[in-house]
């Protein structure tokens, strides 16, 4: 268990809608990291969180937004769902900026758009 | 602009054989280097890391991977191989400069019994 919590697990939404994933990071760490997970394109960096500031940007769409609460949970929402959306997405974990530690990974939403 | 190549989608090798998962990178400045496992239906793992010191690190369930400088790489190794380390093998780099890990696209290890 990395103490990494996303929820929901699964999700089956349509195409159009909006959808709202949630991570919860590990105790004490204050930076949460999202990346995309699709069949064809590995692992793709979204975006970075420290301590409730943007602090770096990937290659996330202007259809997904996300932000870091002052609890230091993060949400990443994703509206106007595509086809192509469907895909695993993954939150993880660090404990400090600067500090080069590992990551510490969610077991992942799978989201499905029909 | 950072990048990990991991030029093998998948590698085949015998139970008890050594194994060699491969990466290379393009970084500018000092180069922090990962490797993390992923088994089915979930998330990453961390397996170890390069930051400094030793070119050869080792790390958990008996990998090893080793550093060299002249030819960015960063290969993983496994002096014998087991069924249970099947699994997707992530190479990452992470410069202090953006604050980014920076994934490859995975290599997906096979050990045949």
């Known amino acids: 268990d990395s103490g990494v919590t996303q929820t929901p697990k699964h999700l089956i939404t349509a195409t159009g809608q909006r959808v709202t994933l949630r991570c919860s990071p590990r105790?004490?760490?204050?930076?949460v990291y999202w990346y995309q997970q699709s069949l064809d394109q590995g692992l793709q960096f979204l975006i970075q969180?420290?301590?409730?500031?943007?602090?770096a940007k990937g290659n996330i769409l202007e259809r997904f937004s996300a932000q870091q609460f002052p609890d230091l949970h993060s949400e990443l929402n994703l509206s106007s769902l595509e086809l192509g959306d469907s895909a695993l997405y993954f939150c993880a974990s660090s404990a400090q900026l600067g500090v080069t530690g590992e990551l510490f990974f969610g077991e992942g939403s799978r989201l499905t758009v029909l | 602009a950072q990048s990990v190549a991991q030029p093998e989608d998948q590698v085949n090798v015998a139970e008890g054989n050594p194994l060699t998962v491969k990466c290379t990178y393009s970084?500018?400045?000092?180069?922090?280097l990962f490797w993390y496992v992923q088994y089915p239906n979930r998330g990453l793992q961390f397996l170890l890391k390069?930051?400094?010191?030793?070119?050869l690190v080792k790390g958990s369930y008996g990998f090893e991977a080793e550093f060299n400088k002249s030819q960015t790489s960063f290969h993983l190794k496994k002096p014998s191989a087991l069924v249970s380390d099947s699994a997707l093998y992530f190479c990452?780099?992470?410069?202090?400069?953006?604050?980014?890990?920076?994934f490859g696209t995975g290599t997906r290890l096979k050990v045949l019994a």
């Open positions: 970084v500018s400045g000092n180069p922090y």
């Open positions: 105790s004490g760490d204050l930076s």
């Open positions: 390069y930051i400094t010191g030793d070119n």
């Open positions: 969180y420290y301590n409730g500031e943007e602090r």
């Open positions: 990452a780099v992470f410069t202090s400069g953006t604050y980014k890990y920076i």
